[in-house]
């Protein structure tokens, strides 16, 4: 196990690459599976998501190939449809092969996913959205059992905008028969990333990136070589963490179009904000204002995966907030250990209510999930004094090389062994 030592009160300044995003990385991988040939990933993030992800592609058969930051994928003797209790725990983005397993092998077994433990996300909108494509699915013993003898087109209105279900339908359906279109289907821009993953494998998907995606099914897909967008939620950390720090931080292969509902919300505190082309640049140089409120909402709204971040900031800002979790119903779970650090925050069902203090206080926490870990960080980064941030398992999860990038831009932390 390893944790984090960190001495507070340094200010941020420098440059530092945003890293290809995890979350368009592990449906993509995922979808490697669809084709014989070989696929490559450019760029890859180091993070245990992905080691992981790469270990199931392994234990189904896939040969991974290591070429610096690329991986080369080759499904061609892949030949098990079943993923091991153990992996599926660690991963929830397990779950994604569902669609390309049953797409490939007509037979898929998962053990219910695991990931972070932030409230229910139940796997029910990928389960009847398979059947609506004719997949029959049973459970026993914590397994999950697809099978079809031919997949076929469907209408599917999802209950909510689900990303992991608008995207396991894509990869259900991209060889299926006939016509798929997802209504309601979720908007992130890494459905979009897919999309054009896809499509440069031969597929015909269209209007990923709004309400409505349309499938239509293929006979097969070739190999190609790809460049996933750039993570918006690793960009929004730094952002954060630079605003709370004070200082002036320049994002390298940075979005501002995917994270402008949070360069909003940190204009709104009194940062400076410069966009150009893909670089943005953040300076705060005095103590800020608390935004109002905050409600957390699918994309294009504030991102749940900033939420914890932008709370953290909001601790010590001029002012009250009010921030709303919308989506997931235990992810306060972090504000105790804000708690321990000074913050003064209430939690009344879904709602933080925050008194901005002046500063944080050098405290041993702990990081009870990726998110919540990396607000942790942060906090830890502006207090006065000396902080521990405990099983930073969760965050390596997310953010690769973190303490170096952070270090970079003069951070004071160190990564050591318990």
Known sequence: MEKYIINGGNRLYGSVNVQTAKNSVLPILAAAVLTDDQVKILNIPHISDVKNMVKILTRLGCKAIFED??????????????????????????????????????????????????????????????????????????????????????????????????????????????????????REPEIEDLQKFLNKMGAKVKGAGSSTVYIQGVKELKGCEYQPISDRIEAGTFLVAAAMCGGEVELNRASAENISSLLHKLRENGCKIRINSDKILLESNKRLTSVKSIETQPYPGFPTDLQAQMTALCCICRGQSIITENLFETRFKYVPELRKM????????????????????????????????????????????????LDISHIDRGYGAFEYKLRQLGGDIIRVSV
């Open 69 to 186: 930051d690329n991986i080369i994928i080759d499904s061609s003797v892949a030949d098990c449809y079943e993923i091991p209790s153990e992996l599926a725990h660690e991963l929830r983005s397990s779950v994604f092969l569902l669609g390309s397993l049953i797409s490939r092998f007509k037979t898929a077994k998962i053990a219910y996913p695991g990931g972070c433990d932030i409230g229910l996300r139940p796997v029910d909108l990928h389960l009847s959205s398979l059947k609506r494509l004719g997949v029959e699915i049973s459970e026993d013993n914590g397994y999950i059992l697809c099978k079809c003898d031919k997949l076929r087109g469907n209408e599917i209105m999802l209950d909510c905008p689900s990303v992991g279900a608008t995207e396991n339908i894509m990869l259900a359906a991209v060889k299926a028969e006939g016509v798929t279109v997802i209504k309601n289907a979720a």
């Open 342 to 389: 000074g913050a003064d925050v209430t939690v009344i069902n879904r709602n933080a209510f925050v008194r901005g203090v002046e500063k944080f206080k050098g405290a041993t926490v702990i990081a009870q999930d990726l998110r919540g870990g990396a607000a942790l960080v942060s906090a830890a980064l502006s207090a006065e004094g000396r902080s521990e941030i």
